[in-house]
């Protein structure tokens, strides 16, 4: 199956070449033949019997020609210079399909040439002449191999073989397909001896097209069958259509669900408007007038001056004006108000009275889903929401400001803002820094529907004339063609085509967003199916995908199987979208922090609020990051980068000192001058002359930079940084608080030492023996210990004549220095401090064995014949006996705040005779797994439910009471080594697991889903 998707198919790539095939560029001619079999591409049926450049046979893999046309209508792009040779970029450009039909038949075996031009793709270089299947010149045009590498690994593009339909190919992009409208007209005209041609009006109607035909007829189409059509009305026109000296343009509306056609008689200034409406009996209404075509004079009412729209009699110079219940909103001034600027007001139907709703100056305004827009003499955008009229700032701009042309110079959609530049002409998105189109300069902004259209200029050859974005925000369209007449109705856009003179139809639902997916050929729904296709790696599930290996393929695939190539579906991401989101496979992490998006790829971050996907930071370029985690214990959040309890997120480019710091509470954007590592509670150490000092994060001076060093290069940990005093005094440190005020001064010998502060104590040594004091710098333990960590949730541990205890901050001793050592295996992040905690027995030895000793706690008891449990209190000792050679191969620790262990206790895994077994740690020392495994998982895997464990070879889980959840009967997880940062099972409901050579998907049940060949 494998060798027969690879003999026909393997995926696309288009271009065209745009020079003149010699010999300098082809040495060796090879023979290729036509294909036997059908061929489809995005739903046209291929001609190759009598087509200028068919697609041919080479070692037994189709190859297709990149003309220009046949690229772009792929979603490819090409470039072609004598010394940097062809490159090819899947850009998803939309462009119509070219047959370049011939009257000549092709003979079915022929010769092409392979190239020794260089080739890139997508930015990567490509050895042809080292290709197995190399890219091939035939007809002067290169021909693209369809195999697996370039077709789906760089073009995405889907497609499957069988003997009936052939081969079938769909790229993403959105293909335009020709409308032949039976008797569409086309006017032609020739100013200056150049030839211009314009299409008829048109509009969009549910399943139909209404057009404007030859002699003034009106059309309406089915658009799934145009030769249903009908004649529904005939203009008031003499025989020659638009005859000269008169007007007659046609126009369609969507008014409320009800279709209506305007037209023009007579000269443009004296002529006269009429509108008929188009019933759904396809019967049409008496003409109306509607205007002269003069725009009327402001309408004065309760002194205000009300700008053309208060009258709404002239369709053609109406200004905007927008209509609640009780409430009329549109542009007034004040009539007793000398050269007094036109604003928006509130007009109240019922009293009549006109209130203010801005202050900012503007002469016009739209109104876009629920909200009311406009540019002011400040060329800011301003927006209000009219169930509060609130107004605030949209964009800073600068917006262009069309004052008299309807203000035509931004569009909103469902959010999303698209605005002309007044700088530089061209077209920004906000929130994002670049202009649109490579930075072609603006020829119009409109919206049409759901859709908003982006017109350029375009002066640069080849370069898109129209973008076309949905109301999610994503570009769903970009053509070099030019769209002057354009209608869209649901997810259908129909336009005409100045150059072809045709109109198109493209249905957002095709190919992009709703291509039929062939058969998964790695995933069977049988465990008995035999092995078609090699999966040499798959990862546990998160964020609702894996990602996987198919023949040296990597990609997504969801629960049912399917590949998955949008960020966009990823299940965290709540239904928004993720401006300049790239292919899900590109990203080396997907982070989810609280309800900030951190995706990073090999030469992109960003920062995304899931609230309401907004960009919080976004960088070109090889960026690393580390996310603060906040600790539980009163003192935890002073170690994060804020010092205020708060998350953030610290990125920064390789070896660079500066920091971006995001706060993930406030969605804040910081830069810091300093390493991300260098800082801590808000403050970071700078140097200068040589000196140092401390500064904020919002780059303020806190502590000046005079002070020779820092003890040990040491931040500000729990509110205290200690520097040096002076250069000519090596052994004094001053203590500095978070304002920078000097809190005290400590003298160190030359064998003396400090550490930071740890719960309001700082660890001190002198003369080799080890105690603390606390933010006073008075001693409160005086040193007597011959080892001590810091205090950890109000412990410490501590030794004395080579015995361990552990004492409480106040110095009392709360584990008696009876023992031989005493170990945790728990550290916190980037620092020394030990996790202790005196709810959880202590590892210890004693006797030359290893077990477990608890604090003293006060026990619950139920006194015999009361209704009520009282405490009793528990001295220190064993609760796992000493009687272990070896401390734990892990201490693995649950912390709860009593000893009243509802799920499941606290263990430690420890080995014996090459077996490991969970023993419980809090009761008494209780085996909880008597069989003992070759391999125990960790206890964070009991977040998600089920700890994996293996034994003789066979891999099964445990629930949380030990007991046997899903049997050993898996050989191991269905992952290898070079995925890395692999999430726990269970962790997405589901976990991949093997047996044999297949790998198998089930869920907390054992039920067995899906099987991976």
Not at 417 to 442: A, F, H, M, R, T
Not at 809 to 837: C, F, H, Q, T
Not at 938 to 957: A, C, P, S, T, W
Request: proline residues 4%; aromatic residues 16%; charged residues 25%.
């Amino acid at each position: 199956m494998r060798k027969k998707v690879v003999y026909i198919l393997t995926i696309l790539t288009s271009f065209i070449i745009l020079f003149s095939y010699n010999n300098v560029y082809a040495q060796t001619n090879v023979r290729v033949k036509l294909p036997s079999f059908k061929v489809t591409i995005n739903g046209e049926v291929i001609n190759n019997e009598y087509s200028e450049y068919p697609l041919i046979i080479y070692k037994d893999i189709t190859y297709f020609p990149m003309t220009y046309a046949g690229c772009r209508y792929l979603g490819l792009e090409t470039k072609w210079n004598n010394k940097s040779g062809l490159e090819i970029v899947k850009t998803n450009v939309s462009y119509p399909y070219s047959d370049y039909i011939t009257k000549t038949k092709n003979h079915n075996n022929n010769y092409a040439s392979v190239p020794s031009f260089n080739i890139k793709i997508n930015g990567k270089v490509i050895s042809n002449q080292k290709e197995v299947y190399p890219l091939l010149v035939f007809r002067d045009v290169t021909y693209f191999p369809l195999t697996w590498k370039f077709g789906v690994d760089e073009f995405g593009w889907d497609y499957h073989f069988d003997s009936v339909n052939g081969l079938v190919i769909n790229s993403q992009n959105l293909v335009p397909k020709v409308l032949n409208l039976h008797d569409y007209y086309v006017s032609e005209h020739k100013p200056e001896d150049k030839i211009y041609y314009y299409g008829g009006e048109f509009i969009l109607f549910g399943d139909y097209i209404y057009y404007a035909g030859n002699k003034g007829a009106i059309y309406k189409a089915t658009l799934d069958n145009l030769q249903n059509y009908k004649k529904i009305y005939d203009l008031p026109l003499n025989d020659v259509y638009f005859p000269e000296g008169t007007y007659a343009y046609p126009y369609f509306e969507n008014r409320d669900g009800k279709i209506y056609l305007t037209y023009h008689i007579g000269g443009a200034s004296m002529g006269s408007s009429y509108e008929v409406k188009i019933n759904s009996d396809d019967t049409v209404s008496e003409p109306v007038s509607v205007g002269i075509g003069v725009a009327p004079s402001p309408v004065f009412f309760n002194g205000y001056a009300l700008d053309w729209s208060s009258t709404e009699n002239s369709r053609g110079f109406r200004m905007p004006r927008y209509k609640t219940e009780n409430f009329d909103y549109l542009i007034a001034f004040r009539e007793n108000v000398e050269n007094d600027l036109s604003r928006i007001y509130k007009l109240n139907k019922t009293t009549n009275e006109i209130t203010l709703v801005s202050e900012k100056p503007t002469s016009a305004f739209k109104y876009r889903d629920g909200s009311i827009y406009f540019i002011s003499n400040d060329n800011k955008l301003y927006g209000f929401k009219v169930s509060d009229d609130i107004v605030k700032t949209i964009s800073n701009g600068p917006v262009y400001n069309f004052y008299t042309s309807g203000n035509e110079s931004f569009e909103v959609i469902n959010g999303h803002v698209y605005y002309q530049n007044s700088y530089d002409d061209k077209i920004y998105k906000e929130g994002i820094k670049e202009p649109l189109n490579s930075g072609e300069e603006c020829y119009s902004i409109n919206r049409t529907g759901e859709y908003v259209v982006l017109k350029f200029k375009a002066a640069v050859p080849n370069s898109y004339r129209t973008i076309i974005y949905n109301k999610e925000g994503k570009e769903i369209l970009k053509t070099p063609k030019t769209m002057q007449i354009i209608s869209t109705d649901s997810n259908r856009i129909a336009y005409y085509d100045e150059i072809e003179n045709n109109v198109y139809l493209v249905n957002e639902n095709e190919n992009s967003n709703t291509v039929v997916k062939p058969k998964n050929i790695f995933i069977n729904n049988t465990a008995d199916s035999e092995i078609i296709t090699k999966v040499t790696s798959l990862s546990q599930y998160k964020y609702g995908v894996a990602k996987i290996c198919v023949d040296g393929r990597w990609f997504y695939i969801d629960k049912k199987g399917n590949e998955v190539s949008s960020l966009n579906d990823l299940s965290i991401v709540n239904n928004i979208n993720i401006p300049n989101s790239k292919p899900l496979i590109e990203y080396k992490n997907i982070e989810k922090i609280d309800d900030v998006l951190l995706l990073r790829t090999d030469d992109f971050i960003q920062c995304v609020d899931l609230n309401n996907g907004k960009v919080l930071f976004e960088e070109k370029g090889r960026y690393y990051y580390d996310i603060d985690n906040i600790g539980e214990g009163p003192f935890g959040y002073y170690r994060t980068t804020l010092g205020n309890n708060q998350r953030a997120i610290k990125i920064s480019s390789d070896n660079e000192e500066l920091t971006i710091i995001v706060n993930v509470d406030t969605k804040e954007i910081l830069k810091v001058n300093c390493f991300r590592s260098r800082i801590q509670e808000g403050l970071y150490q700078y140097k200068e002359n040589g000196l140092f000092g401390f500064k904020n994060i919002y780059n303020q001076v806190i502590i000046p930079a005079k002070h020779p060093q820092s003890l040990r290069n040491t931040l500000f940990a729990e509110g205290f940084a200690m520097m040096q005093k002076q250069a000519s005094d090596d052994r004094t440190f001053v203590f500095y608080d978070r304002k920078g005020n000097e809190v005290f001064e400590i003298y160190l010998d030359y064998q003396d030492e400090i550490f930071e502060f740890q719960e309001g104590l700082a660890k001190i040594g002198r003369k080799y023996l080890y105690g603390y004091i606390d933010t006073t710098g008075k001693f409160v333990i005086e040193p007597q210990y011959s080892t001590a960590t810091g205090f950890s949730n109000g412990v410490a541990i501590v030794s004395k004549n080579g015995k361990y205890g552990v004492i409480y901050s106040s110095g009392e001793v709360a584990i008696p220095l009876e023992y031989e050592s005493m170990k945790s295996e728990v550290y916190r992040e980037n620092s020394s401090k030990y996790d202790l905690n005196p709810n959880y027995p202590m590892l210890a030895k004693k006797d030359g064995k290893w077990g477990y000793v608890n604090f003293p706690y006060l026990k619950r008891v139920w006194p015999e014949g009361q209704e009520h449990y009282s405490y009793e209190k528990v001295e220190p000792g064993p609760v796992v006996p000493f009687i272990y050679d070896n401390y734990p191969e892990r201490d693995v620790m649950d912390l709860p705040s009593d000893y009243d262990y509802i799920y499941h206790s606290p263990y430690a895994i420890f080995k014996v005779d090459d077996k490991l077994y969970a023993i419980g740690v809090t009761l008494e020392g209780e085996v909880l797994t008597p069989e003992g495994y070759d391999m125990l998982g960790y206890y964070y895997e009991f977040q998600y439910g089920l700890l994996q464990v293996m034994k003789d070879g066979k891999l099964g889980f445990l629930d949380s009471s030990f007991e046997v959840a899903i049997p050993l009967e898996y050989t191991g997880l269905a992952y290898s080594n070079n995925i890395t940062a692999n999430p726990p099972c269970f962790m997405d409901e589901v976990a991949c697991v093997s047996r044999g050579e297949k790998l198998i998907l089930i869920d907390r049940e054992g039920n067995e889903l899906l099987y991976f060949n």
